[in-house]
Each structure stands twice: as C-alpha cells, then as structure tokens.
C-alpha cells in the first residue's frame, strides 16, 4: 500500500513547475509529494513558494527546505495536491482522516487546480463507509454530540491518549458514522448551517484531478 502511495504523490509533483504558490496536502500519500518537492528544491533547484495545510506539513516542508507563506499572504494558490479518504465516480470525497479538514478546505478554497492523490481502495461508489469528520468548537461540543446521536449519526469524538483530539484550530472533531450518505451535497450544507460547527469533512465539486495508484500501475481522472 505505501508503494502505491508512492507512485500517486510522486506522478502529482510531476505538475509541479517553477514559480508555482503549491498548496502542501497532509496524509500518508501527500507525504510523498511533499517528500518528492523537496528533492526538486534541493537537487534541481525548482523554486516554488508552499502554503500548507497542517502543523505536521509546516515541519515536513521546513525540514525539507521548502519556502513558506501563509495563507493569509496569498491571493491564488496555483495548484494543490492533498489526498483523500474516499472519492466517488462524481469527484465527491470525505477528507479530514488525518484531522485537518479546516486547513486542507481553507488552503483548497482558492485553489486553481486542486489535485487528489490516493490509492484504488479509496474510490467508492457511494461515501459514508469512512466516518466523516465534523469538527466543532470546544464550546456546545456536547450539545452537538447528543443532536447527532438522536439523528442516528451513531457519532463518536476523535481521541488521542485517551483525550478529545484537538485540532491545530484548537476545535474538536466528532467522527460520524453514518454507512451511507445519500445526498453529499444537501447533508453537507445541512451540517454547515449547524450553530457550533466549524466545518465538515465533504469536499463537494472542489477537485479537478484524481491521481489514482493501483496494481495497473497510476490513473489521472479527470473531474
């Protein structure tokens, strides 16, 4: 499986040219396109500014020598390539598995060319298998959790050490699982407008490109 995390971030750097502002995904398969920019900088000289999407980015992309900028610095992001938790055949995905679904939403937003990477397990035929992550403010975070319960949510808080996970935002997240969703969009909207929540883990319409790694070797779709 690392292996064709491999394959996927590395055929995603292959976009990446100079003079570029890159959006930097988290996540075992970002990791690799990470990885494989830093080489470039250090070994061909590509120069291009970073704009990450997590803490644990920030200190990949620093230790690899890659320039940074803040988001709140930059207009347009030329390119982003993050990974994703599952992906459906209308380019629909549940992201925030690896707990920065706000940054990686925040940083894909203004985004021109917004790339997944993933491999071939990753692409379903209906989201909802993978809990979807909802992160909310610590505040009215309990009150949120027994709306969702009674809802049939069947939803569960992410945890670290035997504690409440906290995001680098400083906000919790409640793992939905739900099984199926029916209708991403709507139930997508349906959680934004709820009082307390921050943002959820459905990228709706937002990626161009899919890069998808498996035993037949890497598939580009496109959206």
Request: aromatic share 8%; proline share 3%.
């Amino acid at each position: 499986m690392e292996a064709l995390k491999k394959l996927a971030g590395l055929k995603a750097a292959e976009y990446v040219t100079d003079g570029m502002i890159v959006g930097l995904g988290t996540g075992s398969t970002a990791y690799y396109f990470v990885e494989e920019l830093g080489r470039r900088v250090n070994e061909e000289g590509l120069s291009i500014i970073g704009v990450t999407t997590s803490s644990q980015t920030t200190k990949q992309a620093e230790s690899l020598g890659i320039p940074l900028k803040a988001v709140d610095d930059i207009d347009i992001i030329d390119l982003t390539v993050d990974g994703a938790d599952e992906v459906d055949p209308q380019f629909n995905g549940i992201k925030g598995g690896g707990g920065a679904l706000l940054m990686e939403k925040i940083v894909a937003t203004p985004t021109k060319e917004y790339i997944w990477v993933v491999d071939e397990s990753k692409m379903v035929e209906q989201l909802g298998a993978f809990k979807l992550p909802v992160e909310v403010v610590q505040y009215g975070a309990d009150r949120l959790f027994r709306y969702f319960e009674k809802e049939g949510f069947k939803p569960s808080y992410r945890q670290t050490d035997d504690q409440r996970f906290v995001t680098d935002m400083q906000n919790y997240i409640i793992d939905l699982d739900l099984g199926k969703i029916e209708d991403p969009i709507g139930f997508g909207k349906q959680l934004k407008a709820m009082v307390g929540v921050v943002d959820h883990g459905l990228f709706n319409g937002m990626v161009n490109k899919v890069i998808v790694a498996g035993q037949d070797g890497v598939k580009v779709l496109e959206a």
